[in-house]
């Protein structure tokens, strides 16, 4: 008799209980935003301008996704770097007048906007009912804006005279270049259609003479449709 009332307890737990949430199909759409923290992380004093002459930023990114077959995605995705301090050091202007470049480090008044557009393939597969994961690829053009404005310099030149104070004007730029990304992510289905999770990048842009390098962690909201 004990038997008998586990039994048709268990039996009408799962009747009434929580049905087991299921993944996006094949063929259906996701919508994710990823709001994360950009920062330079290429070769410092190596050849990276990007990286020595820039501060860290709040990034937003937005992606639409296309599921073509289970675990396997081919979307679209954009994001936008809010305002990369201009700050760090430079070692690309004569400042004591010797013709001669002088590294000093200075920072301004002046931060680099960049956004960027790429197609992107994920793959990846699921480690339970609720949890699945995906490897990510993406390349296409990037986008970098800075406004004009004006460096406070410090350190000495190369004939060894004091720098500090000194102000140098910068006019405002703006330059478009190619890169890619690979990233890796974790998602956990919190409801039926809405994913909460996690997502790392690393973008690799081709600048003239250089490969800048930025990570982006962030947090993951997806809405499947």
């Not at 501060?55 to 305002?83: C, D, I, K, Q, R």
């Not at 004009?148 to 000495?156: F, Y």
């Not at 974790?186 to 003239?208: T, W």
């Amino acid at each position: 008799m004990k038997s008998r009332n586990i039994s048709a307890a268990a039996l009408l737990f799962l009747a009434l209980g929580p049905a087991p949430r299921a993944f996006a199909a094949p063929g259906q759409w996701s919508l994710t935003l990823t709001p994360g923290w950009a920062a330079p992380a290429g070769h410092s004093g190596k050849g990276d301008r990007f990286q020595d002459e820039n501060g860290g930023s709040f990034h937003m990114g937005a992606g639409l996704n296309y599921e073509l077959e289970e675990f396997g995605w081919f979307g679209v995705e954009m994001g936008l770097s809010t305002g990369h301090k201009f700050e760090g050091r430079f070692d690309r202007l004569d400042l004591d007048g010797d013709r001669t470049n002088d590294s000093v480090t200075y920072t301004s008044d002046m931060k680099t906007v960049s956004f960027h557009l790429t197609p992107i393939m994920k793959v990846g597969g699921s480690f339970d009912a609720d949890i699945r994961y995906y490897f990510s690829l993406g390349a296409g053009p990037y986008f970098y804006w800075r406004d004009a404005g004006t460096a406070v310099v410090s350190g000495a030149g190369t004939t060894g005279a004091s720098l500090d104070g000194r102000t140098v004007p910068f006019a405002n730029s703006s330059h478009a270049y190619m890169g890619f990304n690979i990233g890796h992510g974790l998602g956990y289905e919190v409801a039926d259609h809405v994913e909460l999770g996690m997502d790392i990048r690393y973008h690799m842009v081709f600048r003239p003479g250089e490969l800048s390098g930025i990570i982006i962690p962030g947090g993951r909201l997806t809405v499947l449709f």
